[in-house]
Nanobody, 128 residues
Framework: QVQLAESGGDLVQPGGSLRLSCGGS????????VAWFRQAPGKEREFVSA????????VYAESLKGRFTISRFSARNRVYLDMNSLEPADTAVYYC?????????????????????WGQGTVVTVSS
């Protein structure tokens, strides 16, 4: 019932910034918690950040807290991930995922298995 599409991935120099966008469509696109995951070459998929349906509850991977910021513009079913002070280790395919919920203020989970809907990913490369 929800379709997701990521955009914004690019080649950026170390120390630079980038904004990723996740657009949602479908009948229940406004009733989901949304998360960002990433997978670097040769590594396991890892949790990046998540935001509740209401937009008031936000969760970050401990190692990324302070550099990344998640937000949402619910009126247009869009979620953003603002990335600052990018490092080569941030190079990965970034995925947007959504989980339907009837609880707007519920703290979103960090387990990828909890999310039902996934985008195709957008590539972020941090290199000089």
């Amino acid at each position: 019932q929800v379709q997701l599409a990521e955009s914004g991935g690019d080649l950026v120099q170390p120390g630079g910034s980038l904004r990723l966008s996740c657009g949602g469509s479908g009948r229940t696109a406004s009733s989901v918690a949304v998360a960002w995951f990433r997978q670097a070459p040769g590594k396991e998929r890892e949790f990046v950040s998540a935001i509740s349906r209401s937009g008031t509850k936000k969760v970050y991977a401990e190692s990324l807290k302070g550099r990344f910021t998640i937000s949402r513009f619910s009126a247009r079913n869009r979620v953003y991930l603002d990335m600052n002070s990018l490092e080569p280790a941030d190079t990965a395919v970034y995925y947007c995922a959504a989980k339907w919920t009837r609880m707007p203020m519920e703290t979103p989970p960090q387990d990828a298995k909890e999310y039902t809907y996934w985008g195709q990913g957008t590539v972020v490369t941090v290199s000089s």
